[in-house]
């Protein structure tokens, strides 16, 4: 540690390292994507359908006056299928500057700050390393996997949701 570093008190030398993340619930688990990614968090509104689109596009939502593509983040990752229930809400994702884009989780938990000393890698076995996953936090004996959620979605996926906010726009 430099003498400019020790200088500083402990609780700034740790917000240095850490980084906020926004929690939700998918099942069971505890999922988290980084906090500079989240635009908003609203209530689950059904989105209007598009056809001849993948099964986890749910459709296309107006945000006040702006198209958001909507997906089911339970089903891109092919998870169990559950109904949605009362606190169901859509996390609104900044991905590009002119990307945004929707996703249905089942719960949202809180926005959380893990140091780097809580967050290791994502074992080797696990199914989703490498495609989704940056990685894993512990917390209070609980485990977060933190989603890399650019690259759960495909170029493909990426194609689609642009087209269909361009196509609803014009």
Avoid: W
Wanted: hydrophobic share 40%; net charge neutral; with cysteine.
């Amino acid at each position: 540690m430099s003498h400019e570093e020790s200088k500083k008190p402990a609780r700034a030398r740790q917000a240095d390292t850490s980084e906020r993340y926004l929690t939700f619930l998918l099942g069971k688990e505890q999922y988290a994507i980084p906090l500079l990614q989240v635009k908003e968090v609203i209530e689950m509104s059904e989105p209007t359908p598009i056809p001849q689109t993948p099964s986890y596009f749910k459709g296309v939502i107006n945000l006040r006056g702006q198209v958001i593509s909507v997906l089911d983040l339970r089903s891109k990752l092919q998870l169990t299928k559950i109904e949605n229930g009362p606190k169901t809400a859509i996390i609104i994702l900044d991905l590009e500057p002119a990307l945004c884009l929707g996703v249905i989780v089942d719960r949202i938990n809180s926005v959380l700050a893990f140091h780097s000393e809580d967050v290791s890698m994502a074992p080797d076995t696990l199914a989703l390393k490498g495609q989704f996953l940056t990685g894993v936090a512990r917390r209070d004996n609980r485990m977060t996997l933190i989603l890399d959620i650019r690259a759960a979605l495909s170029l493909h996926d990426l194609q689609v949701v642009q087209t269909n906010t361009q196509s609803q726009v014009a």
